[in-house]
């Protein structure tokens, strides 16, 4: 596949637009001129999207959920419900998220959301060349939600290989808290391009529980990327996890800028085919006083890839900096790959900051032991690696999530 003619599918798409404002104009000839990074960037690294074929996937077309589509949705919470990349009013009224602001912006006015300046990576500026609009969800200062809120992104594949392109804009002001979960649901037997940008600004004393969840088809690319900003006093907590068979590349910033703000942020991957994952995060403590930890796991099986590079940057204004990063692989065949790239980048002094990360196989003397005490082979392989990711699985805050992660779970424990 030649670079002009993949280009040149994503241009007919853009064409196709029926409202293309001047940002989203300028958005495409950046992309345009640059095309997909490649291996020499060290961000892509692992995963070059140049080598991928994307005229199979068509711009999506309208059609309204039909209600046994959502039935599995957990009750008490707040939902907002997209279907190939268009909002579904009647599923998801907004007064059933008062005293939420929610509002599906119009391509010309979810333009504002993006600075040609600094967002110049493909993944971002094809995003704004191609998106429908922006979900935009405000929770107001002083107001605890007590449900969770939920944006599901339902990619329909019956009648064809659809390519969609969110966009979210989260605001929690001041003294706020509350419950996000992102969900990107692959339905259908065919594949789907996903390529997701979420914006998040958290203000002064609020907190975000986020959870990002996606599953798919196992010829389909997801390609999540998000930008986070969180105040002073500001708590903004992070859990990355799904059932992707295909590929799935998630790339986050976090942007530590008021005193004593933080982050906590856990990643779960559980590859038991083909898979290939892709996690890109870092998080930038800007100024004194600010925390933040990292705790990821995966679980590797057969052929599947996994790769993790975790940043942590250290400002030179931010001191008394506590920053700890950790994350674990379990390979469970020899075919199987991990790759870990953790890093520290410190511009000041008294900071107290670590990293570490393990790639590995299952411990054939722990096995030995339970073996030897009479537990079967493979209800002791089972247990050794529930006890692995444990410690993040654990961490997952939202039942509904939790449930859907037993599938895949149960998946690598069957070895």
């Known amino acids: 596949?030649?670079?002009?003619?993949?280009?040149?599918?994503?241009?007919?798409?853009?064409?196709?637009?029926?409202?293309?404002?001047?940002?989203?104009?300028?958005?495409?000839?950046?992309?345009?001129?640059?095309?997909?990074?490649?291996?020499?960037?060290e961000a892509f690294h692992y995963l070059d999207l140049n080598f991928y074929t994307f005229e199979a996937f068509n711009i999506v077309e309208h059609r309204p959920l039909v209600a046994q589509d959502i039935r599995f949705l957990p009750p008490l919470s707040h939902h907002f419900v997209f279907h190939n990349g268009y909002f579904q009013e009647t599923i998801a009224p907004l007064a059933v998220a008062k005293p939420l602001?929610?509002?599906?912006?119009?391509?010309?006015?979810?333009?504002?959301?993006?600075?040609?300046?600094?967002?110049?990576?493909?993944?971002?500026?094809?995003?704004?060349?191609?998106?429908?609009?922006?979900?935009?969800?405000?929770?107001p200062g002083n107001t605890t939600i007590a449900h969770p809120i939920y944006i599901h992104y339902f990619t329909d594949t019956q009648t064809n290989k659809w390519m969609t392109f969110p966009k979210n804009y989260i605001t929690v002001e001041e003294n706020a808290c509350a419950q996000l979960i992102e969900c990107y649901w692959g339905q259908g037997p065919n594949s789907s391009l996903l390529n997701s940008m979420t914006h998040i600004n958290i203000a002064k004393n609020a907190t975000l529980e986020h959870i990002v969840y996606s599953e798919s088809h196992p010829e389909s690319i997801h390609l999540h990327n998000g930008t986070v900003f969180v105040a002073e006093h500001g708590v903004y907590n992070i859990t990355r996890c799904g059932r992707n068979e295909g590929i799935e590349r998630f790339d986050y910033a976090v942007h530590l800028q008021g005193e004593y703000s933080k982050t906590n942020a856990q990643f779960l991957d559980i590859a038991p085919h083909q898979q290939i994952l892709d996690n890109h995060f870092c998080i930038y403590h800007n100024a004194a006083h600010t925390s933040s930890k990292t705790l990821s796991r995966s679980v590797v099986h057969r052929t599947a890839k996994r790769h993790f590079t975790g940043k942590i940057i250290v400002g030179n204004k931010a001191f008394h900096t506590r920053a700890a990063l950790?994350?674990?692989?379990?390979?469970?065949?020899?075919?199987?790959?991990?790759?870990?790239?953790?890093?520290?980048e410190i511009f000041t002094d008294e900071v107290a900051c670590k990293h570490g990360a393990t790639v590995g196989y299952l411990d054939e003397e722990a096995l030995f032991y339970m073996r030897a005490r009479g537990i079967p082979e493979n209800q002791a392989r089972a247990m050794l690696i529930e006890a692995f990711v444990n410690p993040v699985f654990e961490l997952l805050k939202n039942d509904f999530i939790k449930s859907q992660m037993k599938e895949p779970l149960s998946a690598a424990f069957e070895i």
Request: glycine share 2%; aromatic share 10%; charged share 15%.
């Open 1 to 41: 596949m030649s670079y002009a003619n993949n280009i040149s599918h994503f241009e007919q798409a853009f064409k196709q637009k029926s409202k293309i404002s001047p940002v989203d104009n300028t958005a495409w000839q950046q992309f345009k001129a640059s095309g997909f990074e490649n291996r020499r960037n």
């Open 101 to 139: 602001d929610f509002s599906f912006q119009a391509v010309d006015a979810a333009s504002n959301f993006f600075n040609p300046l600094t967002d110049t990576s493909s993944l971002i500026t094809l995003n704004q060349s191609l998106h429908l609009g922006t979900a935009s969800i405000t929770i």
């Open 326 to 344: 950790e994350d674990k692989n379990l390979l469970l065949s020899p075919h199987a790959t991990a790759n870990t790239r953790p890093q520290l």
